[in-house]
C-alpha cells in the first residue's frame, strides 16, 4: 500500500510537470497532508530532488533506480535492494518465509551473480538483475517450459521497446546479432506431482560499458548508441511475462519460441552431461527438447546442456 500510494504521488507530480499543492494531493489520493509530507521525505531519502514551496511540490529529478514505485501492478510484491550477493538466494529465502506467487526480488548489482552451469553472472550496476517466484500450477514434466516463457517475454519486451532484432538461443540465452544481451536462470523445488515453485533468475546487459563484457555479449547500451529507461524494459519484461504465463501447457508457446529462434536450422555443437553432440537443430520437443540431426541422421532429444551455434 504505501509504495503504491508513493507511485501515485510520482505520477501526479509528472502529470503536471509544475508545482501541486499539498492539498491537491491529499484531495486526490485520499490521505492526510501529513501522511503525503512523509511519502515525500521518505522519496527524497530516495534520491528523488523534490522542491517544496509555498505553492507546493515540484518533481526535479528521479534516482536510476529499480524502486517498486516506478514499477506499477508490482509495486505490492517487490523487494528492491542496492546490492545483494545474488537475487535467487534472497528469493529462495522469501519463498521459504511463504512470500506469494509473482515476488519478485530486484537488485541494482549483485556480488556473487549466479550463472548457468555454476558459472558467475557479471552484475555491475547499470545492469537489470531480478528473480521472479512462480507457483505455476502445473505438472513438473512441463517445468523447462517456464524458461522458454522467460526467455519469449524478454525477447519479445527487447523487441517491442527498441526495434532490436532480439533472438533465442537455446535453452534461453537472449542474443542480439550473435551476441548475448540476457541470461536466465531456473531453480526449481517440486514433488512428483506439482512444483512448489520457481525462482526465475533474469539477468539484462542493460548500461554497462562494452569494456565491462565477456566475449561474446553486449549490451542494449552498446548496441542502441543510448542508455535505456531500465524501469520501462523491467515493466515490460514482466508485463510480458504474465502474458505469456497463460500460454505455459499451450502449443503456442513453444511456436513462439520457434519463430524466435536463431538455433533451429542451424549447425550445433551441444555439450550435454559432459558429452558433447554435434548436429544440426531441427526442432524442439514439447518440453524445450532440442531435437538434433546428428550426421549419421539419428535424432537426439537434448534436455540440457550448453549449446554453441557452427
Ligand atoms: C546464464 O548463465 O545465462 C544465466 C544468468 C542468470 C543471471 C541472473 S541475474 C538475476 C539472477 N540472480 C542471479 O544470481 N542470477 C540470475
Known amino acids: 500500500m504505501v ?17 501541486v499543492s499539498g492539498e491537491v494531493l491529499s484531495k486526490e489520493l485520499g490521505i492526510s497532508r501529513v501522511s503525503i509530507w512523509k511519502h515525500l521525505r521518505r522519496l527524497m531519502q530516495h534520491g528523488y530532488v523534490i522542491e517544496s514551496s509555498p505553492i507546493g511540490y515540484r518533481l526535479i529529478s528521479s534516482p536510476d533506480l529499480l524502486l517498486p514505485y516506478e514499477l506499477p501492478g508490482w509495486e505490492h510484491k517487490l523487494y528492491h535492494f542496492a546490492e545483494v550477493d ?35 553472472w557479471f552484475s555491475p550496476k547499470g545492469g537489470i538483475y531480478f528473480t521472479l517466484s512462480l507457483k505455476p500450477k502445473i505438472s513438473p514434466v512441463y517445468a523447462p517450459r517456464v524458461n522458454l516463457m522467460a526467455s519469449v517475454a524478454v525477447t519479445k519486451a527487447i523487441r517491442g521497446l527498441f526495434g532490436l532484432a532480439a533472438e533465442l538461443k537455446w535453452p534461453n540465452d537472449v542474443l542480439i546479432e550473435g551476441r548475448k544481451v540476457c541470461g536466465i536462470l531456473a531453480e526449481m523445488e517440486a514433488e512428483m506431482d506439482a512444483i512448489n515453485f520457481v525462482n526465475l533468475g533474469i539477468g539484462i546487459n542493460a548500461n554497462f560499458p562494452i ?9 542494449l547500451k552498446e548496441e542502441l548508441g543510448k542508455e535505456i529507461v531500465r524501469k520501462e524494459l523491467l515493466s515490460s519484461v ?43 537443430a531441427i526442432d524442439i520437443d514439447s518440453n524445450g527438447a532440442l531435437i538434433l540431426k546428428c550426421p549419421d541422421n539419428s535424432l537426439r532429444n537434448i534436455i540440457a546442456g550448453d549449446c554453441f551455434h557452427l
Open 86 to 120: 545474488s537475487t535467487m538466494g534472497v528469493a529462495k529465502e522469501l519463498v521459504k518465509k511463504g512470500a506469494e506467487e509473482g515476488t519478485i526480488v530486484v537488485t541494482e548489482c549483485q556480488a556473487c551473480g549466479k550463472g548457468r552451469l555454476s558459472r558467475e
Open 211 to 219: 569494456s565491462q563484457y565477456e566475449e561474446g555479449a553486449t549490451s
Open 3 to 19: 509504495n503504491k500510494i508513493k507511485g501515485e504521488i510520482l505520477r501526479a507530480l509528472r502529470a503536471s510537470g509544475d508545482y
Open 238 to 280: 514482466l508485463r510480458e511475462m504474465t502474458k505469456q504465463q497463460a500460454l505455459l501447457t499451450k502449443a503456442d508457446l513453444l511456436e513462439e519460441w520457434k519463430s524466435l529462434s536463431a538455433t533451429l536450422n542451424r549447425d550445433v555443437r551441444v555439450v550435454s552431461l559432459g558429452e558433447e553432440v554435434t548436429g544440426k
